[in-house]
């Protein structure tokens, strides 16, 4: 059993940065591909970015790519989100996801664990 809890979220003006963390507990962490998503008001929970097992290997969605940016501390059982140059259409709940996959991936489906969530809000 995996447990994630995210921290970071919080209000920013638009341009601004925010870097969301999700620590992990369990000793398996470290063999588990991980996942941000995020959900805005009214809108279908989407894909964010990827990271596999070792870190070696990112994935992230068109509408982040080149702002956003995640990484793995397998020794800190945690993985980040580093969001630049934010805008507000960023504004959502973002959602940290754990999957027993070793292989990164942007489907839902292939996450068995989940957040709790934490807010981030871009003003214009």
């Known amino acids: 059993q995996v447990q994630l809890v995210e921290s970071g979220g919080g209000l920013v003006q638009a341009g601004g940065s925010l870097r969301l963390a999700c620590a992990a507990s369990?000793?398996?962490?470290?063999?588990?591909?991980m996942g941000w998503f995020r959900q805005a008001p009214g809108k279908e929970r989407e894909f964010v970015a990827a990271i596999n097992w070792n870190g070696g290997i990112t994935y992230s969605s068109d509408s982040v790519k080149g702002r956003f940016t995640i990484s793995r501390d397998n020794g800190k059982n945690t993985v980040y989100l580093q969001m630049n140059s934010l805008k507000p259409e960023d504004t959502a709940v973002y959602y940290c996801a754990g999957s027993s996959l070793y292989s990164a991936s942007a489907r839902e489906f292939d996450y068995n664990y989940w957040g709790q969530g934490t807010q981030v809000t871009v003003s214009s």
């Open positions: 369990g000793r398996t962490f470290s063999s588990y591909a």
